[in-house]
């Protein structure tokens, strides 16, 4: 009934009917997945609030905690959600949700140790979801292994073809590889799914001025030297790197 609602967009009443079957097992994988895909932006402290409540009735249930280190994170409670997820791996060890959920922040805070060692156990555990496993190859990548971090970027892009961040991690490592036509076709393909993606452009221009086509890098990065994505000092550095190239010294 949950999931009708939710196909309907009547959120709040697939919310209301997957919470009851929570509250009557809480142990229900995947309705507490479905409650979390439907839970609207302004819902996260709703959400957080709803584990906190019902940590009191099921004290030591794994996914009402991992459940409200979820909310909290989308929250940026970034603190509060690292702590939610270490006690879940505190307290069940051989669960691999727990450690991938805890090695996805440290990967998202850039704490690559602890987001490699923790998305090794939980690969180790039997996670196979393709996100892990780009993100797993990522941190592989960071260490300078690169062979066996190719081999989990290759995974995750089998998996999952339109997953936009494996091109980004599969296409910096093959630049690293030297590999630069593989990675040039990489970000490109990449480019074909999220064509305004940052980092993406960022690694085309990247690879084209290692390549010594530095007019075509400058073209491709001109139209976001404005933008107010994430990405955008990475594209005005790149700017400047193959203007300076160009002997434009002013402009760099």
């Known amino acids: 009934l949950g999931l009708a609602y939710h196909g309907n967009k009547v959120f709040a009443k697939a919310s209301e009917q997957l919470r009851r079957v929570i509250e009557s097992d809480p142990d229900m994988e995947q309705a507490w997945a479905n409650l979390v895909r439907?839970?609207?932006e302004d819902g996260w402290q709703d959400l957080a609030e709803y584990c906190?409540?019902?940590?009191?009735?099921f004290p030591g249930n794994r996914h009402v905690t991992l459940t409200h280190g979820y909310a909290l994170g989308m929250l940026n409670d970034l603190d509060g959600a690292r702590e939610k997820?270490?006690?879940v791996t505190r307290e069940f060890p051989d669960w691999g949700d727990g450690w991938n959920r805890l090695g996805l922040l440290h990967a998202r805070l850039e704490q690559n140790e602890r987001a490699l060692d923790c998305l090794g156990k939980a690969v180790e555990c039997g996670v196979d979801s393709p996100l892990t496993l780009c993100m797993y190859g990522a941190t592989l990548r960071v260490r300078g292994k690169f062979k066996e971090a190719e081999h989990y970027c290759l995974l995750a892009m089998e998996k999952a073809p339109d997953l936009v961040?494996?091109?980004i991690h599969l296409g910096t490592l093959q630049a690293l590889m030297g590999e630069l036509d593989t990675a040039l076709d990489t970000?490109?393909?990449g480019l074909e799914r999220d064509p305004d993606n940052l980092a993406l452009i960022t690694g085309v221009s990247d690879v084209l001025e290692r390549q010594a086509h530095f007019e075509d890098a400058l073209e491709?990065?001109?139209p976001y030297l404005d933008s107010d994505g994430d990405g955008v000092a990475h594209i005005i550095s790149m700017y400047a790197k193959t203007s300076n190239r160009l002997g434009q010294g002013e402009q760099a």
């Not at 906190?52 to 009735?57: C, K, N, Y």
């Open 85 to 87: 997820y270490e006690q």
């Open 187 to 189: 970000f490109r393909k």
């Open 52 to 57: 906190e409540r019902l940590a009191d009735r």
């Open 165 to 167: 961040p494996v091109y």
């Open 220 to 222: 491709i990065l001109e």
């Open 38 to 40: 439907i839970t609207e």
